[in-house]
């Protein structure tokens, strides 16, 4: 075999490449990584873990109202941006610098510098590197996309809000998956009046329908103006007049009009709103573009995912890829597990596929919505169910006069009795479904649930306790 610099050449830095990368080396081999941003990729630097940082920091507001009706004289005070966003560069610094760490005690060599595929062998830097490998891994990551409508520059994306020099008072939110939905409730609970878009006739489109109605529900009930039906058609900023759907005015209005958060949003039925601030969250695309993908010979689909097989192998055989650049399912864990699979199949003869079935989720909305296999809808579709479920507010919100609605679903399989799905909405959830994602995963049966004592006072304890289906088809 051809002599090659090193065995495994990884193009990304983010927590899926950075696993590959590590268990690679562990393994034996030679390899380098390539990253053109911060390490730690979208998860550690644009995102979850940032995003999770400002739920906590958004929750507190909610806090001393509820501990007032348990008799403490509490007081939230006023938001302060700025002391937040110093403690979050400190904390997401700390991570980029465990990353590397993790990755340079692996013996793995840094590029801090954009990498392309020049044929299926050979990756060149952007300072003109030549370095070839036996096995080149493609964990490239998504990226944010602002919708095709006049100015859409004069909006951000969810990259641009921890950066934010200071908190808009006002700020609408068009979109209406989980990550829309997630900042819609976090900068709700720093003090911004928020307004959310939805095209659609419901939030959360894909996730349980039960579900998702309390979530709408209890963000309008915090005060989130959420409009269903209703989307983005024009921008400007204000004070400028529209001609013909554009601004009247020539572009250099356009910075001062983002840099002041005035912003005019025109709707789908004609309506004006003015807000200080505008962000998109109305998808995410693969970074697969100008990688030298197609010169390669790697094959992507029509959203510019790379295909691949369970095994993680582009049609180029030298080549992988994992991660959201794959667009299986968009999650860090799943990257992660996909990185670690593709060291055993590669690097440690064990092929390995990544499972993809019954992986449990949460959106961080307040309360969460915890989830994991079939929605009540999709297992309808598919054979004869029973649904169990329960809506209540929880004892905790008791004393503070706080609307809480919490929801706790099972979806049954009628023929096998197993546990279809799970759908829970509640303060913690995100914690709860990790441990009933166990028990789905093992396929436990309703019975399984029954024969469990409860812990009691917990709300979940509701998950062992319904004996009668609410509904069954």
């Not at 550690?44 to 109202?65: D, H, N, T, Y």
């Not at 309808?380 to 929880?394: A, H, K």
């Amino acid at each position: 075999m051809t002599s090659r610099d090193v065995d495994l050449f990884v193009i990304g830095g983010g927590s899926g490449g950075v696993r590959a990368a590590r268990t690679a080396a562990a393994a034996g081999a030679r390899v380098a990584l390539a990253e053109n941003r911060r390490m730690g990729g979208t998860c550690v630097i644009r995102g979850c873990v940032p995003k999770k940082l400002m739920v906590f920091a958004s929750e507190f507001r909610e806090q001393a109202a509820l501990a007032r009706g348990y008799g403490w004289n509490a007081e939230a005070g006023a938001f302060e941006w700025q002391t937040f966003r110093a403690k979050l560069d400190a904390e997401l610094d700390r991570l980029e610098g465990v990353y590397r760490n993790l990755l340079t005690s692996s013996g793995v060599t840094i590029h801090d510098m954009r990498a392309r595929v020049s044929d299926p062998g050979t990756v060149e830097l952007e300072d003109g590197t030549r370095i070839t490998a036996r096995h080149v891994l493609i964990a490239t990551g998504g990226h944010p996309v602002r919708p095709d409508v006049p100015n859409a520059a004069l909006g951000m994306v969810s990259d641009d809000i921890f950066r934010m020099e200071a908190l808009p008072k006002s700020m609408l939110v068009v979109g209406g998956g989980y990550i829309a939905c997630e900042f819609a409730c976090i900068l709700n609970g720093m003090g911004v009046e928020v307004t959310q878009f939805y095209r659609g006739p419901q939030i959360l489109r894909g996730f349980d329908d039960e579900a998702r109605d309390v979530v709408a529900s209890r963000m309008r009930e915090q005060g989130i103006d959420l409009q269903v039906n209703t989307n983005v058609v024009d921008l400007r900023p204000a004070g400028v007049g529209r001609v013909e759907g554009r601004i009247s005015k020539p572009n250099d209005s356009v910075g001062s009009a983002s840099a002041n958060g005035l912003v005019v949003a025109t709707t789908t039925s004609g309506a004006e709103q003015r807000f200080d601030s505008l962000l998109f969250a109305t998808g995410r695309a693969p970074n697969s573009r100008d990688i030298g993908l197609e010169k390669a010979g790697v094959a992507v689909n029509q959203r510019g995912a790379i295909e691949v097989d369970a095994y993680s192998q582009t049609a180029v055989p030298s080549i992988y890829a994992i991660g959201d650049v794959t667009d299986r399912i968009n999650l860090t864990p799943v990257a992660i597990r996909e990185g670690q699979a593709f060291t055993e199949t590669v690097f440690k003869d064990n092929p390995t596929a990544p499972d993809h079935d019954l992986v449990a989720s949460t959106v961080f909305t307040q309360p969460e919505l915890g989830t994991v296999g079939l929605t009540e809808e999709a297992a309808r579709g598919q054979e004869e169910i029973e649904v169990y479920s329960t809506s209540f507010n929880p004892m905790r919100t008791a004393f503070g006069d706080r609307p809480n609605q919490v929801l706790m679903k099972l979806v049954v399989s009628r023929a096998s009795r197993k546990v279809l799905g799970c759908h829970i909405v509640s303060d913690g959830a995100g914690e709860l479904i990790q441990m009933v994602g166990i028990a789905v995963k093992a396929g436990l049966t309703k019975e399984d649930f029954d024969r469990t004592v409860a812990v009691h006072p917990t709300m979940s304890e509701e998950l062992v306790t319904m004996q009668t289906p609410t509904r069954a088809t």
